[in-house]
């Protein structure tokens, strides 16, 4: 039978931790969280999480490009490995329905799996609606693979962060061509498998708290410490005309609005994060214009 690993790479993401933790802990049979140094409260909520569960390893990593040697020994391995960030909130109803479609082998003949994302710019709570930018048109993410169709995912010159970079070695019969895609297969309210990207909300105190175009590219990504695309970033900024990457991916097509009611909500976290209700205050307040 297949087994599901979850791997978090984290750096100060106390606003939505618990919940994007909370809401996969019963998908996974094993979940590593990388701490990349956070200096918020990440780690005592992280702490407090797998306090609770014993499946779940916490990690601190100095290197957030150098993450991947932590998914080594799973290569050519019946193994699942489902990647997670800080400010992406998964369907647990839906998790638990593609637990069983991954356990059964239905999707053993391929690659990798991608989602259903909605690039979230606002929460309304009452009347349990969220609206967003939804892929397609907007880009999706490709992070749960099938770890049983390479023999390597290292490259020989350079440390990776997890999940990404060259250096794939594909066992006879797979290639990145071979993902199933559920914006192909189903829509938004019948996908096993989505996702809540909050990617233009501040997820920690420690974030410029306006909210704007102009700071939208505040938060770095762990790659964006390579040199080549820290200068990629600089040439950008220098173009008035150029949009924040976020925008270019994420704010396209129009905002639609859609059922929250299966992702839960921060304040059902309570006993994890003592905070949450902090949480809640700002997202029913936030409205993003992007």
Known sequence: ??????????????NFIAWSLMNAVNFCDQIIVLDNLSTDRTREIVDNIANLHNHIEVIEVR???????????????RTWVLGIDG???????GLMRMRARIQSGEFDN????????????????????VRGYPSPP???????YNFNAIDNWQSKWRKRERLHGKGLVFREGYS??????????????????????LCFLRRSSQDKSKISPKTLSARKNPAESRILRRITRTVEQLNPKSSDYRKKRYA???VESFDLSSFGKPDD??????????VMAYLRRVRVVV
């Open 176 to 197: 990145k061509q071979k993902t199933y895609r559920f914006s192909k297969e189903t829509n938004w309210d019948a996908a096993d498998f989505r996702c809540l990207h």
């Open 87 to 93: 400010d992406e909130i998964h369907d647990p109803i």
């Open 252 to 254: 396209r097509g129009s």
């Open 138 to 144: 907007a880009k999706a993410g490709l992070k749960l």
């Open 1 to 14: 039978m297949n087994q599901i690993v979850g791997i978090f790479l984290v750096k100060n993401e106390e």
């Open 269 to 278: 976290f309570a006993s994890v994060d003592t905070k949450c209700n902090e």
């Open 110 to 129: 391929h690659w990798s799996v991608a989602s259903r994302y909605l690039h979230v710019t606002e929460f309304d709570f009452n009347d349990c609606i």
């Open 63 to 77: 290197n957030a490009n150098d993450t991947q040697k932590y998914l080594e020994k799973y290569f050519g391995t």
